[in-house]
């Protein structure tokens, strides 16, 4: 399950690097990239969330089982395989889980790196264009006492 979140994190990133580099103008394509950063931090989320789940439901299991251990005599060999048992799913859940968080919080991360971004690169185009129409503006006025000087 790592491996996958991390490939597919890498191709977003990939796809994310491409798309700024290419249509640093296009605004349509900057909403979108938003929206599927959005989208992903939201399946991670609910990725956490069924984790943490499972991870309750188990520790649940692993009360009961021990509350059966003690309720029940056992030879010593089983309640240790028992308790190692319980002892793995533990870790193993808790693992998870810490995965899965560090997950969410890398793609928040990037989601606000991206969105940083993508508003200065708004910000640098919009400045651009004012100055593009003030020199045409100059151009024109240029263009025109060139004319009335020439007449």
């Not at 640093?24 to 900057?30: L, P, Q, S």
Request: proline share 1%; glycine share 2%; charged share 30%.
């Amino acid at each position: 399950m790592y491996v996958e979140n991390k490939n597919s994190s890498d191709a977003i990133r990939d796809y994310i690097s491409h798309a700024h580099s290419e249509q640093c103008g296009n605004e349509d394509v900057h909403n979108k990239m938003v929206m599927n950063l959005k989208e992903h931090i939201t399946v991670l989320q609910m990725e956490k969330d069924f984790a943490v789940q499972l991870y309750q439901m188990s520790m649940k299991a692993v009360d009961t089982l021990e509350q059966e251990l003690k309720t029940h005599p056992v030879d010593n060999s089983n309640a240790i395989f028992y308790e190692e048992q319980l002892k793995n799913i533990r870790q193993s859940y808790s693992e998870a889980i810490k995965a899965l968080e560090s997950k969410l919080l890398q793609a928040k991360e990037n989601f606000a790196k991206h969105q940083s971004m993508w508003m200065s690169s708004k910000e640098t185009i919009e400045a651009l264009k004012r100055e593009k129409q003030e020199i045409e503006t100059r151009l024109q006025e240029f263009q025109q006492d060139s004319q009335q000087k020439g007449r």
